[in-house]
């Protein structure tokens, strides 16, 4: 069964269409991390990203979802979806654990979503747009090749992850904070079996649920749109309090601003590693990058920083025009911010 964590039924929210966009979907993945553990998992089904029990009936569709041309130029007037999550581990698990009654049923939530709204007129779209911001960014690059395999060629079909480039880093400890949560994840939820063949033939199931070793399985023009110094990574992978017992990186991580010099060569060093790993990826013509030199994490979504008088930019471009540019071809798309602190658009995220 297609279910949330706890047995209830997971849900979208819909947007229809109207004018020359009714003939195109974009549907976005929500995110919102993963669990994994049998205690994470059991702890989520008591909130909105394990059961739909806590869900809102509706929220505010902003930013990429927004139906105002002011506010989403490209895709206002398409039929938007946001796909909620409550699996626990991206839409890619495949199994459960009867003694704790949890449900890990990503896969199947995600085909169930596809084929209703293929039946709701998803399936005579001309265009369509598979994104996802966070665990729904990384959810968009796993499912992106199957998303465009609905489609006749005749499809203009494209995905876009936003905040989803999740690295296989080494935290401030010298340990692999985000590898063994990742693990986790994959071996309780087997999501190994709806990772790529071609990746697993060459890699271990935990690397292939990591982007960097992902996107060149992925065959569907793929774009990247990511904080160079992703908040969350910074929080949770490079400097979570579990690497860090002794509170060094107590205000750097909150705030970037308070970073002494070694921490910001640090955050230097794993922008590097960002920019090297999406090298390949970027040579391929059909492929798009925005990786702007902020301290951010999903920039899709928030109207601020979508498309607004004073949104981030590169090369006094807005993410939502690039985003556009790429889709529709308008210009190949490559954007690269130079390194921290040069950047004075960001809108970056400070953490009381």
């Known amino acids: 069964m297609p279910v949330c964590l706890d047995g209830t039924l997971?849900?979208?929210?819909?947007d229809p269409g109207f004018g020359s966009g009714s003939n195109s979907w974009l549907v976005h993945l929500e995110g919102g991390g993963w669990c994994n553990t049998i205690r994470n998992c059991v702890y989520r089904k008591n909130t909105r990203r394990g059961s739909s029990n806590y869900m809102e009936s509706q929220i505010p569709f902003t930013g990429?979802?927004?139906?105002?041309?002011?506010?989403?130029?490209?895709?206002?007037?398409?039929?938007?979806?946001?796909?909620?999550?409550?699996?626990?581990?991206?839409?890619?698990?495949?199994?459960?654990?009867?003694?704790?009654q949890l449900q890990f049923?990503?896969?199947?939530?995600?085909?169930?979503?596809m084929e209703e709204l293929m039946s709701k007129g998803m399936q005579t779209a001309d265009q369509a747009l598979l994104s996802g911001c966070s665990a729904g960014g990384l959810a968009s690059i796993i499912h992106c090749d199957e998303f465009q395999s609905l489609f006749p060629n005749s499809s203009k079909v494209k995905c876009l992850s936003d905040g989803g480039f999740f690295l296989d880093a080494i935290d401030v400890s010298g340990g692999r904070t985000l590898r063994n949560m990742f693990e986790g994840v994959v071996q309780l939820q087997e999501v190994q079996k709806n990772l790529p063949k071609s990746c697993l033939d060459q890699l271990d199931p935990t690397s292939c649920f990591f982007?960097?070793?992902?996107?060149?399985?992925?065959?569907?023009?793929?774009?990247?749109?990511?904080?160079?110094?992703?908040?969350?990574?910074?929080?949770?992978?490079?400097?979570?309090?579990?690497?860090?017992?002794?509170?060094?990186?107590?205000d750097?991580?909150?705030?970037?601003?308070?970073?002494?010099?070694?921490?910001?060569?640090?955050l230097q060093d794993f922008r590097n590693q960002m920019l090297n790993d999406v090298k390949n990826f970027s040579k391929s013509s059909q492929t798009g990058l925005f990786i702007n030199s902020c301290f951010a994490h999903c920039q899709s979504e928030r109207q601020e920083t979508w498309?607004?008088?004073?949104?981030?930019?590169?090369?006094d471009?807005?993410?939502?025009?690039?985003?556009?540019?790429?889709?529709?071809?308008?210009?190949?798309?490559?954007?690269?911010?130079?390194?921290?602190?040069?950047?004075?658009?960001?809108?970056?995220?400070?953490?009381?």
């Open 105 to 113: 049923r990503g896969q199947k939530i995600w085909l169930a979503a």
């Open 211 to 250: 982007p960097q070793n992902l996107v060149k399985h992925i065959e569907t023009p793929l774009f990247l749109l990511n904080a160079a110094y992703d908040a969350w990574q910074v929080q949770a992978s490079l400097a979570p309090p579990s690497a860090d017992p002794l509170g060094s990186w107590n």
């Open 252 to 266: 750097c991580r909150s705030n970037h601003a308070t970073c002494n010099s070694s921490q910001i060569q640090f």
């Open 10 to 14: 997971p849900g979208y929210h819909l």
């Open 317 to 352: 471009k807005p993410i939502a025009v690039a985003v556009g540019d790429w889709y529709f071809e308008r210009e190949a798309v490559k954007a690269i911010d130079c390194a921290y602190p040069c950047d004075n658009s960001c809108h970056n995220l400070v953490f009381k």
């Open 307 to 315: 498309f607004a008088d004073d949104s981030p930019l590169i090369e």
């Open 64 to 100: 990429i979802l927004s139906n105002k041309a002011e506010e989403n130029p490209d895709f206002f007037n398409w039929n938007r979806v946001k796909l909620r999550y409550c699996d626990g581990a991206s839409f890619s698990g495949d199994s459960e654990n009867e003694s704790a």
